[in-house]
């Protein structure tokens, strides 16, 4: 158990309106990241960061944006809904001085309507 | 664009056989790592498997690694029920400076082990 807390965990929203994911971890490690899961594309980076207020963009950032004003929480946050943003979120974190494997939280639903 | 391709997409086998999957990828790599999806949950890291190593064990894995033709495969052996989930590859880049530790994942292939 890596510490990381995923919320909420189900969500049911309507397009066009904002939506909020957070990524909480209780270890202070440095890395984090956002992906998103989609039948038939594995999972892909939305954004990432590298420490307090540090973030960049991944492969599928358009339409999101990200936060990390401390370094426990990490936000992803969709600023109007689209229905091609139902899917699962998945926040992870890279442990400081690991080998580079990343532990993942247990994602967030996201059905957009 | 995916870095990581694997194949098969969907893999059936009895417990006791063994299961090889196989993942291809693009560009210059750091490392290569292998995770497990159980349905409706995180991913969880097997192995991994660095640049410049050939093969690797853990319990009933083995993971190899080529480079020149930038493949990987991941072997389990004598396969149980429990094992049944899907399975991705990733990879670490280092092309284009500092990596930042992010991974791009192939789309995954489906194991399903029957008693």
Not at chain 1, 38 to 46: K, M, T, V
């Amino acid at each position: 158990d890596a510490g990381i807390t995923q919320s909420p965990r189900h969500k049911v929203t309507e397009t066009g309106t904002p939506v909020t994911l957070r990524c909480h971890q209780t270890e202070n490690h440095r890395y984090m990241y956002w992906y998103r899961q989609d039948p038939g594309h594995g999972l892909r980076l939305i954004h990432y960061s590298y420490g307090v207020k540090d973030t960049d963009k991944g492969e599928v950032s358009d339409g999101y944006s990200v936060s990390r004003s401390k370094t426990e929480d990490f936000l992803l946050t969709l600023e109007s809904a689209t229905s091609s943003q139902t899917s699962v979120y998945f926040c992870a974190i890279r442990r400081t001085g690991a080998t580079g494997e990343l532990f993942f939280g247990e994602g967030s639903r996201l059905t957009v309507l | 664009s995916q870095q990581g391709e694997e194949d098969p997409q969907a893999l059936s086998i009895q417990e006791g056989e063994n299961a090889t999957m196989n993942c291809s990828y693009k560009t210059s790599i750091n490392n290569l790592q292998w995770y497990r999806q159980n349905s409706g949950r995180g991913l969880v890291h097997l192995i991994l498997i660095r640049s410049n190593e050939r093969e690797k064990h853990s319990g009933r894995l083995r993971v190899t690694l080529d480079t020149s033709k930038k493949s990987s495969s991941l072997l389990i052996t004598a396969s149980r029920a429990a094992d049944t989930a899907s399975y991705f590859c990733a990879t670490e880049s280092n092309a284009g400076g500092t990596s930042y530790g992010k991974l791009t994942f192939g789309q995954g292939t489906i194991l399903t082990v029957h008693p």
